[in-house]
């Protein structure tokens, strides 16, 4: 379907002075003792293989030896600041395992695998270039999702927390056809839901490898939540249904239960409840959400024909020429948003 592909490779945008003191202020800022530049003086890498052989597009890097020590050490202590708060006693029993470096995607991401060598339990973290468009998008899923956000920036470097779940790829090849009828169902409430925060916020390019479903086991079935791993495309791209996971094809498994579950009715009440949901997340941290806008309304995320194209689709979607006014992304979010606040915004429709 036309309008589901980004036009080219993201622009990255710069973090302007307000944004970057509205980060201060609620604690995303620390001074980190290694930056991403720092990572890409690797001396070799390896292609990085799946359970099953196949190529993951990741490669891990290795170092040389006089260089190997001080850079995981310098990673521990990131690790610290991400999870402890900056906390020493937690270093002595970490251990770094392995540095992926991934060129496929805007932000060329460094993944590092960490153990905790008391009970053998690993974790991930991110270490990612900044992008103002990225910032934006960490900080509209911390005020408008169910999901906190853990990340931290340092000039020119972003770490980001690892957000645990299943790809939406790999759930929709391994465990969407092994699923009851009951758990069908309500994966199909989680998708319409999510549909729905990302069209709202305008969080683009949610194809299933650009999420993860978290899957907790329940008395009679499984709950089910999709949480966003990539927030590259906030506001970028100009069409509309970039911006609606439903147009994109690797979701097609999801959306064809949806068609065969759901009455049009069902799915308008699914939507509604995440709507009174986000409005009233974003009315209990309305001054954070306010202060973020006035930032955002005045910054640039994308360019003229972008903006235009998008206005202007949005307008016709939900009947209303407001849009037509706006004259940059943040307009056009806060345009929704302020939509939503009034109940005055049209669905989608699966």
Not at 1 to 15: A, E, Q, R, T
Not at 48 to 75: C, M, P, Y
Request: aromatic share 10%.
């Amino acid at each position: 379907m036309l309008g589901n592909k980004p036009s080219k490779k993201k622009v990255s945008f710069p973090i302007n002075e307000e944004l970057n003191e509205y980060l201060g202020k609620h604690n995303r800022l620390k001074k980190l003792p290694i930056q991403y530049w720092d990572l890409m003086h690797y001396q070799m890498s390896i292609p990085l293989l799946d359970l099953k052989g196949e190529d993951t597009l990741w490669e891990t890097i290795f170092f040389n030896e006089n260089e190997r020590s001080e850079v995981h050490q310098a990673l521990k202590e990131v690790y610290a600041l991400l999870k402890t708060d900056g906390d020493v006693e937690a270093l002595e029993h970490l251990i770094v395992t392995r540095i992926d470096y991934c060129t496929f995607g805007n932000t060329q991401p460094f993944r590092v695998r960490i153990i905790n060598r008391i009970n053998d339990n690993y974790d991930h973290f991110y270490v990612k270039r900044v992008d103002a468009s990225r910032i934006y998008g960490l900080e509209l899923e911390e005020l408008m999702s169910p999901n906190d956000v853990i990340y931290l920036m340092d000039d020119e470097t972003l770490i980001e927390e690892h957000i645990i779940g299943v790809t939406g790829t790999d759930f929709v090849e391994d465990y969407l056809p092994a699923m009851v009828v009951f758990d069908e169902i309500r994966i199909v409430k989680e998708f319409v839901k999510f549909n729905e925060r990302c069209f709202v916020r305008l969080l683009g390019d949610m194809r299933a490898y650009n999420y993860v479903v978290d899957i907790t086991p329940d008395i009679e079935g499984s709950q089910f939540r999709i949480r966003a791993i990539d927030f590259d495309q906030q506001s970028y791209e100009g069409g509309k249904n970039f911006y609606l996971p439903q147009y994109f094809k690797e979701n097609n498994p999801i959306i064809f239960l949806g068609i065969k579950h759901l009455k049009p009715e069902t799915m308008r009440q699914y939507q509604l409840e995440e709507r009174s949901l986000m409005a009233s997340r974003i009315k209990n941290d309305f001054d954070r959400v306010n202060e973020l806008m006035e930032i955002m309304v005045k910054d640039t995320v994308s360019n003229p024909e972008k903006v235009n194209k998008l206005k202007n689709e949005l307008a016709q979607h939900h009947k209303n020429n407001i849009f037509l006014k706006c004259k940059n992304m943040g307009e056009i979010v806060l345009t929704n948003i302020q939509l939503l606040l009034r109940k005055e915004l049209k669905q989608s429709i699966l």
